[in-house]
């Protein structure tokens, strides 16, 4: 069975961190790139951070930048969203996504609704709360 289970998420108070997960399994990421998305109560899912499917692209949205980093270990079929002084605001579920390259990692995570993701896990929920 093809899926993607994320792990990680769980209640922090404001500027604490956590470091998200995101496992493949029956089949190989190093043939795709990956984003982390999130969707807030309310709110539309959007694009968080994304990387290519040799590491060497990353994009970040500019409300995470400077604190969230994204890094993949393809041995372990794996991919990581470390989040650090994390906010109310970034409370949300949180989800990985891979996608065979062909378009830009950027038109990947600003654009994922527009040109579709091959495979989403289900989500890890995240609250940032005091």
């Known amino acids: 069975q093809l899926q993607l289970v994320e792990s990680g998420g769980g209640l922090v108070q404001p500027g604490g961190s956590l470091r998200l997960s995101c496992v493949a399994s029956?089949?190989?990421?190093?043939?795709?790139?990956i984003g982390w998305f999130r969707q807030a109560p309310g709110k539309e899912r959007e694009g968080v951070s994304c990387i290519s499917r040799g590491s060497a692209i990353t994009y970040f949205a500019d409300s995470v930048k400077g604190r969230f980093t994204i890094s993949r270990d393809n041995a372990k079929n794996t991919v990581y969203l470390q989040m650090n002084s994390l906010k109310p605001e970034d409370t949300a579920v949180y989800y990985c996504a891979a996608r065979r390259p062909g378009i830009t990692i950027q038109r990947m995570c600003v654009m994922w609704n527009y040109y579709g993701m091959d495979y989403w896990g289900k989500g890890t929920p995240v609250t940032v709360s005091s």
């Open positions: 029956g089949f190989t990421l190093d043939n795709y790139d």
